[in-house]
């Protein structure tokens, strides 16, 4: 039986003076790292947190982060890493739905801190982090990070927890209303980063750069894989300055770079000549399909690197990766499923299709999370029963077609596709059109209120020639789209709104 923990601590027994991390300056081995996840793990369990119970991480990229995701666990409790740009509304909601019992955040945040305690009488442990943490100390049970290492022993908590149990929530971002905690129990957590870093072929060797934030699960996914393979993870806090972050590529020698559309969109518009970044072995993408012209750009940049491109969903982690043989052929495909998982279109009626018709897509394996943390009607819904009794599957709630050899295509989110002139438009299929004419770097399609058409098409995009005008686009999307599919309007935007992940939010836009 294998925990998450046995990432860190295994990859500890056999390398201990690995370098494991590279973050805010500090470089520390797995030896160092076990060590300072078993002090807070020992505050955690003297200060009342027990098995089960649930710890927000309320910080950004950062060594604490990272100390205090296998802290948790060690202390056969479930952590809940939260963005750091989250609004105290939120926070507070979220601290309470999961009825946290501990929290951890940065000094500079103490007085959110101070008000979601207030609000938040599950909470019985708090530690700050950073400048000034000792300032932000004010009551008996408050402590600091730095404390916590200088006071409680090194050694290893007694371990309760089995595979069964939780090992974290991972809160989904909430479009549609409350955000929603994926519970992911720890069978499920290694069974998912098992199967990843056996496509993807990790090794000890490898040395992986981490732009994404660890409460994207993306993100989140990136430090467990590499130390559970004892690689080496260069954590960031964003890629906010893109010549920094290809200047850190360089200098650390990067293998792996796991990335989203925004930061691909922006490296297509950069001369990279200056940047030696052939130790590049793989690039991965997820978080949205990358359109085919992309990935062409993208394998021209990197010709030395192999290219993943990969679908998945929080509530089953990965999902579907494209073998990376099959890139030149099926550039606009989203691949197979992944190792040891299987998957399958259904309509709505519940009935598998074949090639060529588009339906749900749906998901069976060991990777299939719990559910939604005491939300049982919306469990219900996304989590049905599968093929055995008793076992549940994944409805992914977004709709796929595959080809005659079985390979899947994203074709749109089931509540995304467009309705107009009674035909059904993937917003997805016109992205890609306007992806293909040069000087469009960003885009998004969404469907508007019409009283004649039912919904009319509206295009935003983002350009990188300001003489591309909207006759262009239109001039462009009439020559590569049936009539009903082309833009009624198009607007010209400096940016588009994103999640912290990287995400367009398409709910956002009118």
């Known amino acids: 039986m294998i925990l998450v923990h046995d990432f860190l601590e295994q990859s500890a027994q056999r390398a201990p003076d690995k370098l494991a991390l590279v973050c805010d300056g500090q470089r520390l081995t ?28 309320f910080l950004p990229n950062s060594v604490e982060l990272v100390v205090g995701i296998f802290a948790t ?20 909601y979220m601290v309470n739905n999961c009825r946290a019992k501990a929290i951890v955040c940065r000094a500079r945040q103490s007085s959110m801190a101070t008000a979601v305690l207030q609000n938040a009488p599950s909470l019985v442990y708090t530690i700050y ?56 129990a720890h069978c499920n957590v290694v069974f998912a980063v098992t199967s990843i870093t056996t496509y993807l072929q990790n090794a000890p060797e490898d040395i992986v750069i981490c732009f994404s934030p660890l409460s994207f699960d993306y993100g989140l996914y990136q430090l467990l894989m590499v130390f559970k393979f004892g690689g080496t993870l260069v954590l960031e806090k964003g890629f906010t300055y893109p010549v920094q972050a290809l200047k850190r590529m360089e200098a650390e020698r990067v293998t792996g770079f796991p990335g989203v559309p925004t930061i691909f969109a922006i490296l297509l518009n950069m001369d990279l000549s200056s940047y030696d970044l052939r130790s590049l072995r793989y690039i991965t993408n997820t978080a949205a399909a990358l359109p085919p012209s992309h990935i062409k750009k993208i394998g021209e940049l990197f010709p030395w690197a192999t290219m993943y491109s990969m679908y998945g969903l929080t509530e089953t982690k990965r999902t579907l990766y494209l073998p990376p043989e099959q890139l030149p052929n099926r550039p606009g495909s989203v691949g ?6 299987e998957v399958w279109i259904e309509d709505e009626a519940g009935a598998r299709l074949g090639p060529g018709q588009i339906g749900e897509l749906v998901i069976r394996g060991g990777h299939v999370m719990r559910g939604y943390w005491e939300n049982p009607e919306a469990t219900a819904k996304r989590y049905r029963p599968g093929p055995i009794p008793g076992e549940r599957v994944c409805y992914s709630g977004d709709l796929f077609r595959m080809d005659e050899e079985g390979f899947l295509y994203f074709v749109g989110r089931g509540d995304d596709i467009i309705k107009s002139r009674g035909e059904k438009v993937a917003p997805k299929e016109v992205e890609n059109v306007l992806y293909d004419l040069p000087g469009v770097v960003e885009t998004a399609v969404i469907g508007i209120p019409d009283p004649i058409l039912g919904e009319a098409i509206k295009a935003f995009v983002v350009t990188s020639d300001n003489d591309l005008t909207e006759k262009d686009i239109l001039r462009h999307c009439r020559a590569h789209l049936e009539d009903f599919m082309v833009p009624q309007l198009v607007e010209f935007r400096s940016e588009l709104p994103k999640t912290s992940s990287g995400k367009i939010t398409k709910k956002d836009l009118a």
Do not use: W
């Open 129 to 184: 982090t950073g400048d000034r943490a000792d300032e932000a100390v004010v009551a008996s049970n408050d402590t600091t990070y730095e404390a916590i290492q200088e006071g409680y022993p090194a050694e290893r908590p007694l371990r309760q927890t089995i595979d069964q149990d939780l090992a974290c929530l991972i809160y989904t971002s909430g479009s549609t209303g409350d955000p929603k905690g994926v519970m992911s």
């Open 73 to 92: 666990l060690k202390a056969n409790a479930v952590f809940v890493v939260i963005n750091h740009t989250t609004k105290q509304d939120k926070l507070t």
């Open 30 to 57: 797995y030896a160092q790292l076990d060590a300072m996840a078993n002090r807070m793990a020992n505050a955690l369990q003297s200060n009342g947190v027990g098995r089960g119970d649930r710890v927000v991480l």
């Open 336 to 341: 197979i499923a992944i190792p040891g998982t």
